[in-house]
């Protein structure tokens, strides 16, 4: 037996989804920092950009004790600046899920939760100013393609907002700066 080898992890076999790694940091990863440790996202966000994004996909993997795969943690990458009326914009940007369309599956299937589905998060988006924080996700849509936009409340409540943006970044802020403006 080799001396450090009560020491190392156990490999770990389970094989999880880009797709849900990124719906984890979307709705639990990133929620909690944004609305419980903000000093510590922007912190992250500013300083070190192309380590922060990487660094919530890492979370999300050790939260379902799964091995991280480096090419895909740096496809997760932070955009800053300014949204409208003195507030900011943090958006993180997940890599391009593969197409779904759920309008094949059963209604029941589809209610009981026992589609394999995942509906990828496009970016998260966290905007701050005037002493309110707030998060936005454009993700992917049931059917027949574009996406849904959803906000996370502050006590975790996800909210669907309707038929949502096109899957850009430009779109995603002007469908935000729509909605919280005025």
């Known amino acids: ?3 450090f080898g009560l020491f ?3 490999k770990l076999e ?3 989804p880009l797709t849900q790694l990124c719906y984890d940091v979307a709705y639990f990863v990133l929620p909690h920092y944004a609305f419980k440790d903000l000093p510590k996202l922007t912190h992250l966000c500013l300083n070190t950009p192309r380590a922060a994004g990487p660094f919530f996909y890492l979370m999300a993997a050790e939260l379902r004790s799964v091995q991280a795969d480096a090419e895909a943690a740096d496809r997760f990458r932070w955009h800053h600046g300014q949204l409208s009326g003195g507030r900011e914009y943090l958006a993180l940007e997940y890599p391009v899920p593969p197409p779904v369309d759920l309008s094949g599956v059963p209604m029941e299937q589809l ?3 026992r ?5 990828a998060p496009h970016f998260s988006a966290i905007i701050c ?6 998060y936005f996700i454009p993700g992917q849509a049931p059917m027949g393609g574009g ?11 996800n909210c669907n907002l309707g ?10 802020l002007d469908a935000i700066r729509e909605r919280t403006t005025g």
């Open 8 to 10: 190392r992890r156990p």
């Open 163 to 172: 038929p949502g943006p096109e899957p850009e970044l430009a779109a995603f």
């Open 129 to 134: 100013g005037g002493g309110a924080v707030q």
């Open 147 to 157: 996406t849904t936009l959803r906000c996370i409340l502050p006590e975790g409540t």
């Open 115 to 119: 589609s394999e589905h995942v509906l």
């Open 111 to 113: 209610l009981e939760g």
């Open 1 to 3: 037996m080799r001396p």
């Open 14 to 16: 389970t094989v999880v």
